[in-house]
C-alpha cells in the first residue's frame, strides 16, 4: 500500500516517470538559506510547520539551518518526526480522545520535548490524566484566537484562565501561547494582510501580560506562517515563527502582493508535480494524466511552469484539462511539463515520495513518511 | 508508510478512532444488489469502476454479483486489482510512455483479461510496441467523445480509422468503444441528464454502424456512470456499463434529481468519514478533526449525517468547521459524527483502510490497496 518511487536516483529529470513529485533541491536549499537569513539576529526561532512536508528529512535540513524543532498537526506526524530523527515536536493542535492522548504522552518519553496545544478546559482534563497514566509531564499550550475564527480560546482572562489549570495539573508544565492567525496569511493586498497580523500580535501581548500579572511565564510564544511571519517578527511578542509552505512555495502563495506591489517573491517554488500529456484530441485541448488525485485543487489549480500562457482548467479524478489555445509551443503526446501546485500542503500528501533533483539529475528519494498520517 | 488500521475487529463503533473512513456494511451490500437488480435480464453487463473503491475485495463482490470484471484508471490501479484476485481489468484510459506500457503489456499475461484505451495513432504504434515487447497481445478500446470534452477521438470517421490502424496492429486486438459521457452524470435535472445521456448514445450508434460497415465488430461498448446508467441502458447500443459511485454514493449524487423531481435516491450512502469533534470554542462553531488531507471539498463540502441542521463550513488542511448554531442537539468536545463525502472517489484516495462495520460493530478491515496509485 505504499507506492513504488517513480524514479531511480541517477536518472534524467525527463525519465521519471508521472505523475510525481519534484522537488527542485536547489532552489529548495536556497528557500531554507532566505528565511534563516531573514530572522538572523532577530529575537525569534523558527519551528516550521512539517505539515506542509511531511518528511523527517526535510525537517531535519530545517533544523540544520538553526529551526528549534518542528510543528505537527497531528500524533502521528509527530511520531512519524520524530522516528525519522526530530528530537523537539509541537503538535500545534489539540488532540482528544484517549487512544490519541496516550500515544502523544508515550511519545514525549521518546522525544526530547513535545508540546500540544489546548483550548478547553475538559482537553486539558483529559491530557493530565493521559500523561500520568504514561508516567510522564506533557507540555500544554493555550491556544488562543487570534482573528481565524478556528480554535482557541479567546484571549485575555479566558486564555489566563486555562493557564492557571494547566499550571496547576499533575502532570502538565505550562509551555506558552499558540498564536497563529490561519485568516491573515492569504489576505492579499499588503497592508490588509499586516493589519490582520498586527491585531494578531495586539491579542496575543495583551494576553501574555494577563499571564505575567497572573505570574505564568510564557517559554514559546508560538505563531504566523508564510503569509506573515515578517510581521510577527516585527512585533515583538512571537518568539517561534510556524512557518512551513516557505520550503515549496504554491501558486497560492504566490497571488499575495509584497509591500512595493508585486507578487510575493521572497521564497522561489521548488515543488513541482511532474505531468505527461496523455491525450491532444483538438488544436486547444491537452490532457494531463494528473487530476483531484495528484493535485489538490482547493485553492485553485496549478499553474503550467515556464508557460503561463497555458491554463490548467477543470480537472476530473486523474485528468487534468489543459487549455493550449494561446500557446505557440507543441504540447504533446508524451510530452512532459512542471505544474506549480495550487495548494502544497494537501497536494503533498498524495504523494509517498519526494523526487530531489538538481539541474537535470535525480539526486534523492525522499520519503513522504506522515503522507495518510490522520490520526 | 502505510497508516496503521484505525479499528481492530469486534470494536464498537463508537470506539473506532477518527478520522476514519467507515463503510455500512449492509448499506454496500443493499446497493450492491439494487444494481443487480437494476439491470437484471438487460442486454447489458456490469463493469464497474474501481476507481472510486480502489479494493479488490469490493471489486470480487461486485463480479459475485455478475459483474465481468473492472474499469481501471491507472496501470497501478489495475496491478493492484490483479493482485488482489481480479480476473478482468479494463484500463478505460489512455496509458502514455513506454515504463507504464511494458507494465500494462505484462500485467496481461499475468489476467484473464486486460484492456485499454487508445484516442491516437501515436499511442497505438506505442501499444503494439509494448505488447511486442513483452511477447504479448493487448485488447484496444477506441475511446470517443461523446460530449465530455476530455479525452478521445471524434465519433464516426475518425474512430475507425484508429480502430483500423489497431486491427491492423500485430500485437493488438481491437475490442471495441469507449464511450462515456463524464460530464452527464452530474446535470441536477433528470431530463437534461437524459439529453446529454441520450445524445451521447446517438453518436456511440453512429460510429458502431460505422466500424461495422468497415467490417469491425465491438466486442465491448463501454460507459455509462452512477448518474446516467439506466439511460444507456435504454440506449440499446452500449454493452458494459461502467459505474462506480453507486456502490457509496456520495452528497454530489445526492443533489442530482430523479424522474418525480425528487432527490437521487436509488443507492443510500454507505461510506462516511468518521471524525471527533476537537474543539468547541463557541456556541455556533465546532470544529471537528477532519480537513483537506481527510475530505475531498471539489465538489462541495460533506454533508453531517442525521444531521441537515449542522452545516459543514471551511476546511483547512486538518480542521473542519460546523456550523452548530441551528441544532438543538449537543456538538461537544470528544462527540463523533459521521459525515458524509462530497465526492467519495478522491475522499477514498485519502485513506488506506475501510473500516466495515454492520450495526454498532467492526466486521472488516478492507485495505484501499490502489491508494495513491497515481501511474
Given at each position: 500500500?505504499?507506492?513504488?518511487?517513480?524514479?531511480?536516483?541517477?536518472?534524467?529529470?525527463?525519465?521519471?516517470?508521472?505523475?510525481?513529485?519534484?522537488?527542485?533541491?536547489?532552489?529548495?536549499?536556497?528557500?531554507?538559506?532566505?528565511?534563516?537569513?531573514?530572522?538572523?539576529?532577530?529575537?525569534?526561532?523558527?519551528?516550521?510547520h512539517?505539515?506542509?512536508?511531511?518528511?523527517a528529512?526535510?525537517?531535519?535540513?530545517?533544523?540544520?539551518?538553526?529551526?528549534v524543532?518542528?510543528?505537527?498537526?497531528?500524533?502521528?506526524?509527530a511520531?512519524?518526526?520524530?522516528?525519522?530523527?526530530?528530537?523537539?515536536?509541537?503538535?500545534?493542535n489539540?488532540?482528544?480522545?484517549?487512544?490519541?492522548?496516550?500515544?502523544?504522552?508515550?511519545?514525549?518519553?521518546?522525544?526530547?520535548?513535545?508540546?500540544?496545544?489546548?483550548?478547553?478546559?475538559d482537553?486539558?482534563?483529559?491530557?493530565?490524566?493521559?500523561?500520568?497514566?504514561?508516567?510522564?509531564?506533557?507540555?500544554?499550550?493555550?491556544?488562543?484566537?487570534?482573528?481565524?475564527?478556528?480554535?482557541?480560546?479567546?484571549p485575555?482572562?479566558?486564555?489566563?484562565?486555562?493557564?492557571?489549570?494547566?499550571?496547576?495539573a499533575t502532570?502538565?508544565?505550562?509551555?506558552?501561547?499558540?498564536?497563529?492567525?490561519?485568516?491573515?496569511?492569504?489576505v492579499r493586498?499588503?497592508?490588509?494582510?499586516?493589519?490582520?497580523?498586527?491585531?494578531?500580535?495586539?491579542?496575543t501581548?495583551?494576553?501574555?501580560?494577563?499571564?505575567?500579572?497572573?505570574?505564568?511565564?510564557?517559554?514559546i510564544?508560538?505563531?504566523?506562517?508564510?503569509g506573515t511571519?515578517?510581521?510577527?517578527?516585527?512585533?515583538?511578542?512571537?518568539?517561534e515563527?510556524?512557518?512551513?509552505?516557505y520550503?515549496?512555495?504554491?501558486?497560492?502563495?504566490?497571488?499575495?502582493?509584497?509591500?512595493?506591489?508585486?507578487?510575493?517573491?521572497?521564497?522561489?517554488?521548488?515543488?513541482?508535480?511532474?505531468?505527461?500529456?496523455?491525450?491532444a484530441?483538438?488544436?486547444?485541448?491537452?490532457?494531463?494524466d494528473?487530476?483531484?488525485?495528484?493535485?489538490?485543487?482547493?485553492s485553485?489549480?496549478?499553474?503550467?511552469?515556464?508557460?503561463?500562457e497555458?491554463?490548467?482548467?477543470?480537472?476530473?479524478?486523474?485528468?487534468?484539462?489543459?487549455?493550449?489555445?494561446?500557446?505557440n509551443?507543441?504540447?504533446?503526446?508524451?510530452?512532459?511539463?512542471?505544474?506549480?501546485?495550487?495548494?502544497?500542503?494537501?497536494?503533498?500528501?498524495?504523494?509517498?515520495?519526494?523526487?530531489?533533483?538538481?539541474?537535470?539529475?535525480?539526486?534523492?528519494?525522499?520519503?513522504?513518511?506522515?503522507?495518510?498520517?490522520?490520526?
Amino acid at each position: 500500500m505504499t507506492t513504488p518511487p517513480p524514479a531511480e536516483i541517477g536518472m534524467a529529470l525527463e525519465d521519471v516517470d508521472t505523475p510525481a513529485l519534484l522537488l527542485d533541491l536547489d532552489a529548495f536549499e536556497r528557500n531554507l538559506d532566505r528565511m534563516a537569513k531573514a530572522i538572523e539576529g532577530k529575537p525569534v526561532k523558527l519551528r516550521p510547520h512539517s505539515k506542509s512536508h511531511k518528511c523527517a528529512v526535510i525537517g531535519l535540513a530545517q533544523m540544520a539551518r538553526g529551526a528549534v524543532g518542528l510543528c505537527c498537526q497531528k500524533v502521528g506526524e509527530a511520531e512519524a518526526m520524530v522516528a525519522g530523527g526530530v528530537p523537539n515536536v509541537l503538535v500545534s493542535n489539540q488532540i482528544v480522545g484517549r487512544p490519541k492522548l496516550l500515544r502523544l504522552a508515550a511519545l514525549s518519553k521518546q522525544a526530547e520535548w513535545v508540546g500540544v496545544c489546548a483550548d478547553h478546559p475538559d482537553n486539558v482534563t483529559q491530557l493530565d490524566e493521559a500523561a500520568g497514566a504514561m508516567g510522564t509531564t506533557l507540555n500544554v499550550l493555550v491556544e488562543i484566537d487570534t482573528g481565524a475564527a478556528r480554535c482557541g480560546v479567546e484571549p485575555g482572562q479566558p486564555a489566563v484562565d486555562l493557564a492557571k489549570q494547566i499550571d496547576s495539573a499533575t502532570n502538565l508544565d505550562f509551555a506558552g501561547l499558540q498564536a497563529y492567525q490561519g485568516r491573515a496569511q492569504h489576505v492579499r493586498s499588503y497592508a490588509e494582510r499586516q493589519a490582520a497580523a498586527d491585531a494578531g500580535v495586539a491579542l496575543t501581548r495583551e494576553t501574555v501580560e494577563g499571564l505575567k500579572s497572573a505570574g505564568l511565564e510564557c517559554e514559546i510564544i508560538g505563531g504566523a506562517g508564510t503569509g506573515t511571519f515578517q510581521f510577527e517578527t516585527a512585533g515583538g511578542v512571537h518568539n517561534e515563527l510556524q512557518a512551513g509552505s516557505y520550503v515549496f512555495m504554491d501558486a497560492d502563495y504566490g497571488k499575495n502582493l509584497n509591500e512595493d506591489g508585486g507578487f510575493f517573491d521572497d521564497f522561489e517554488n521548488s515543488l513541482f508535480v511532474f505531468v505527461t500529456v496523455m491525450s491532444a484530441p483538438t488544436e486547444d485541448r491537452a490532457l494531463v494524466d494528473a487530476g483531484l488525485k495528484a493535485l489538490a485543487m482547493d485553492s485553485g489549480p496549478p499553474a503550467v511552469a515556464d508557460m503561463p500562457e497555458v491554463e490548467f482548467g477543470r480537472a476530473s479524478d486523474e485528468h487534468g484539462i489543459l487549455d493550449i489555445s494561446r500557446t505557440n509551443r507543441k504540447v504533446g503526446l508524451g510530452d512532459k511539463l512542471k505544474l506549480i501546485p495550487g495548494h502544497c500542503d494537501p497536494t503533498v500528501n498524495l504523494y509517498d515520495w519526494y523526487v530531489g533533483y538538481r539541474g537535470n539529475r535525480v539526486e534523492a528519494l525522499w520519503p513522504i513518511a506522515a503522507r495518510g498520517m490522520l490520526r
